[in-house]
């Protein structure tokens, strides 16, 4: 178990790396609505604002049924390239790259999705997400009906992590 103090400078580096720190999320919005897939559901979806470039997507994934449900990729038309991402130390540092083998959500259980951790990476995306907005998902389940969810476009400043190339 890593101390309080080892988490914030973890969080710290984080954010230089490109992703926020899991403890600065922002605050409760309201719940967005999703379809219910064979026991997988997302609560509190949303999508951090932005102008151009790259952006993320978090919730909480929730399988209500009796075996581990694997998300496997991710479409919406706010951009052409999905990637299921993750946050692991790499030489010391954080980094962000893609999650191999997809997200698994145990039975009965959760999965966060969060700045500073597994999250949905937007690259390339074609329009601003304006805070409120409400931009379409839909999550491939492997040997599973896709789940569909709408999530809500969020300022977010935690950790000052910016999804756009070259940040430092």
């Not at 209500?64 to 706010?78: E, F, K, M, Q």
């Not at 962000?96 to 259980?109: C, N, T």
């Not at 966060?112 to 805070?131: N, R, S, Y």
Request: hydrophobic share 40%.
């Amino acid at each position: 178990m890593f101390s309080r103090h080892a988490l914030v400078l973890a969080a710290a580096v984080v954010a230089l790396a490109g992703c926020g720190s899991p403890a600065a999320a922002p605050t409760a919005a309201p719940t967005v609505s999703a379809s219910v897939t064979a026991g997988l559901s997302i609560t509190d979806p949303w999508v951090k604002t932005t102008r151009k470039g790259m952006t993320a997507a978090f919730g909480t994934l929730v399988n209500n049924g009796d075996s581990p449900i694997t998300v496997v990729s991710g479409a919406s038309p706010l951009s052409p390239a999905i990637e299921l991402h993750e946050v692991v130390e790499s030489d010391g540092k954080m980094v962000m790259r893609p999650k191999e083998g997809g997200f698994v959500v145990p039975a009965h259980g959760t999965h966060e999705l969060q700045p500073g951790g597994d999250h949905i990476m937007l690259m390339g995306v074609t329009k601003e997400v304006l805070p409120g907005a409400r931009i379409p998902f839909t999550l491939q389940v492997k040997d599973g009906e896709p789940l569909e969810f709408t999530a809500v476009g969020k300022d977010f400043a935690g950790g000052e992590e910016d999804y756009q190339p070259g940040h430092k």
